[in-house]
């Protein structure tokens, strides 16, 4: 006996790409990771700028010691120590200024008016 097998002569459509449930699901998941991960990156950027700021204070305030060291007196502001002490001015990362000079109590102020960039 010779059996015949009978093929559906229909073509099959082949299941290609995706479907619009599927992309939802994906965009929503991505959108959830997004969401959670920008908060994240924002506080890092700020907790950067904010240590930067700190760490060029501390710079200046090393460099105007020196100064006083060699001269006796503390500079007139930020700008008379950078031809011999600090080779650039250095800018606040907030305000994107130089810093400004507070000749009573011999130090830099951050421009900005944040007050967590401030160095002792």
């Known amino acids: 006996m010779v059996e015949m097998r009978v093929f559906n002569r229909t073509k099959r459509r082949k299941d290609s790409g995706f479907t619009l449930m599927e992309l939802m699901i994906v965009i929503f998941i991505l959108a959830i990771l997004v969401s959670i991960a ?71 102020i951050c421009p900005s008016g944040d007050p967590t960039h401030t160095y002792p």
């Open 38 to 108: 920008l908060p994240v990156l924002f506080k890092t950027l700020a907790n950067a700028r904010r240590r930067t700021c700190q760490a060029n204070l501390r710079i200046i305030d090393g460099q105007a010691n020196a100064f006083y060291v060699e001269n006796g007196i503390y500079p007139a502001g930020v700008i008379s120590l950078v031809p011999s002490y600090i080779r650039d001015e250095p800018r606040c990362p907030l305000a994107h200024t130089g810093y400004d000079w507070d000749s009573d109590e011999g130090k830099a």
